[in-house]
């Protein structure tokens, strides 16, 4: 089995085409931070399917559903490749949030992998001299790095549901990493937007040629390092890379660098991850569910919904002012919340029951004017503890990936994967990188006043996320799957979508490619390039701050009908959903 899927990969690698791509338009070229994208079709099968952002990838994927896997082996073989190829994403050195329903017994749980911060992190890590340090100054260096999940989160979700062996799952990516895969147009573009790499001598070894150059689109780029790291953790399991000579050298990379980080041993051999009960609610007579808190991606999404409910956006056109209205303005309530209250559970009360709470709700969709923006909403008080939260102050950046699946026994998998900002912290230990999670923190802890950040920096502790892998129901039984990368804008990318599928009768590949639209709270943000730029002008005189931006989403959705499965892949970047 490992030489037919070496040999099919690597053609498809020199190529840089699965499948499905070769019988359609070149794959997509546009980056993160680029405007655009390129029409796909709807995709249509009988059985089963695997959606994720690069076609080698979901060629791994479906390889392992049509040798008999099940979605949790499938959605482990993609992320893998995925490590390869999309590496600015995504990978070994980072964490995830899983759903699984499982046909059989029903049962639906979230596989939380999220990255903890190291047992010697403390409150003011990202400050110097009674200041914050910026952005910049915080995230390429070894303080950004948190202890990675992603290996731990992937072994327990396969003992459970898993029916290849789990060092088979590793045979595509051991393949291709080996025999070199075509680097595409838009891990290309990220090399060439993201200067940082040169000045980390071990990832600009890797990504960059002897004259300081990215790799050109086509080129063969081989990772025998990644490899040999992925040949172990198949053989000995995930306890490979968090003990042993892997771990020392994690290690020993975060503490090497100029500005060291403080990742142990000791961090890495106690991770743990965990199985969690799902937030759910209901919206139009569907049930929606995801992970619960640390993220806040799910909990916002369905606050959002449940605010949209009392309003007549179902009616509207989906590109009309009307509905970008009610949509925006139902974003800045549920990003107001979220801002103050959605943490990490197991070191703060965060109040889920209350905030989804339809009464709740109810009070919070009355703020919203038919004609007039409300321009920044303030946090509503379900729980009574306003007074003791501050405002949390992190920066999420959309680099991040999606994978979803729908094995032949109809267990489904949704999980979003990532590694923070683009190519993490950029330390590139053994043939991949670490993340940069420890940013994804309030860089303060408390506000002026002496009120706690929710969010705020402690040894342990998840950072708070905006990933919202989800699963809807109709009826008791899976009918939609969603996520998508994007930073904090996932849960508007993730929004738009189900009110496309759910509301205006679209199907999943025309509810992912509906213009991308929404408000965090601030400005209210319209895709650049789309027909929304033309809503601008009535948007203001509604008293709209409106921002036009690139928004490249990488949104991958599965319909299950009763007659096979629909998927889509956002045309925004260069993924495909394949089946059969």
């Known amino acids: 089995m490992q030489m037919k899927w070496a040999a099919g990969l690597v053609l498809l690698a020199t190529l840089g085409l699965s499948p499905a791509q070769a019988r359609q338009p070149a794959a997509d070229v546009n980056p993160e931070g680029a405007s655009g994208f390129q029409a796909k079709p709807l995709v249509q099968t009988r059985q ?109 979700a396969h003992r459970a549901h898993g029916k290849l062996p789990w060092a088979r799952l590793f045979e595509p990516a051991i393949a291709l990493a080996e025999q070199g895969f075509a680097v595409s147009p838009r891990l290309h573009e990220m090399l060439r937007q993201t200067p940082a790499l040169a000045k980390q001598p071990a990832a600009a070894a890797y990504f960059l040629d002897a004259a300081g150059q990215p790799w050109p689109v086509g080129h063969r780029l081989r990772n025998p390092a990644l490899a040999e790291v992925l040949r172990r953790v198949a ?198 990188l670490l993340n940069n999670e420890m940013t994804d923190f309030s860089s303060s802890w408390r506000d002026p006043e002496g009120r706690a950040v929710a969010n705020r920096i402690e040894p342990g502790k998840r950072p708070r996320s905006s990933m919202a892998p989800m699963i809807v129901f109709r009826g008791g039984k899976p009918y939609l799957t969603v996520g998508s990368p994007g930073g904090s804008a996932i849960i508007n990318y993730v929004a738009k979508t189900l009110v496309g599928v759910l509301d205006w009768n679209l199907d999943i590949q025309q509810a992912i490619a509906l213009a991308n639209r929404g408000s965090r709270n601030k400005a209210t943000e319209l895709e650049a390039g789309s027909a929304l730029e033309a809503l601008a002008p009535r948007l203001r005189a509604m008293g709209h701050e409106v921002k036009m931006e690139a928004f490249p989403s990488g949104l991958q959705g599965i319909v299950i009908g009763l007659d096979g499965l629909q998927g889509g892949a956002d045309p925004r970047r260069e993924g495909v959903a394949l089946g059969r």
């Open 235 to 432: 053989a000995q399991g995930a306890d490979a890379f968090y003990q042993g000579e892997i771990a020392r050298d994690i290690v020993a990379a975060v503490h090497g660098h100029a500005q060291p980080g403080d990742l142990t041993e000791a961090d890495l051999a106690g991770f743990r991850a965990q199985i969690e009960q799902p937030v759910c609610s209901r919206y139009r007579g569907y049930r929606l569910c995801g992970p619960p808190p640390p993220s806040s991606g799910p909990l916002a999404v369905l606050q959002m919904l449940g605010i949209l409910e009392h309003t007549p956006i179902a009616r509207l056109a989906p590109d009309s002012v009307e509905a970008v209205h009610y949509f925006a303005e139902a974003g800045r309530l549920a990003y107001a919340d979220r801002d103050f209250y959605v943490a990490d559970p197991r070191f703060v009360s965060v109040p889920v029951a209350q905030m989804l709470a339809p009464g709740y709700l109810r009070q919070r969709a009355a703020l919203i004017r038919p004609d007039r923006s409300m321009k920044v909403a303030l946090p509503g008080d379900p729980a009574g503890m306003l007074a003791e939260r501050a405002r949390d102050d992190a920066l999420e950046l959309p680099s991040t990936t999606h994978l979803t699946a729908v094995d032949a026994a109809g267990n489904v998998v949704s999980m979003t994967s990532t590694i923070e900002s683009a190519f993490g912290s950029k330390i590139f230990v053994r043939g991949f």
């Open 48 to 156: 089963e399917m695997i959606a994720t952002a690069n076609p080698l990838a979901s060629e791994a994927g479906a390889a392992v559903l049509r040798e008999g896997g099940s979605a949790v082996d499938a959605v482990i073989a993609a992320q893998l490749v995925l490590n390869l190829v999309e590496p600015q994403s995504s990978g070994i050195g980072g964490g995830a949030f899983m759903m699984h329903y499982d046909a059989a017994s029903g049962e639906l749980v979230s596989y939380d992998s999220r990255e903890t911060a190291p047992a010697a992190a403390r409150q003011d890590r990202f400050w110097r001299d009674g200041k914050p340090l910026s952005f910049a100054e915080s995230v390429n260096n070894g303080r950004a790095v948190a202890t990675p999940g992603l290996l731990r989160g992937l072994e327990l």
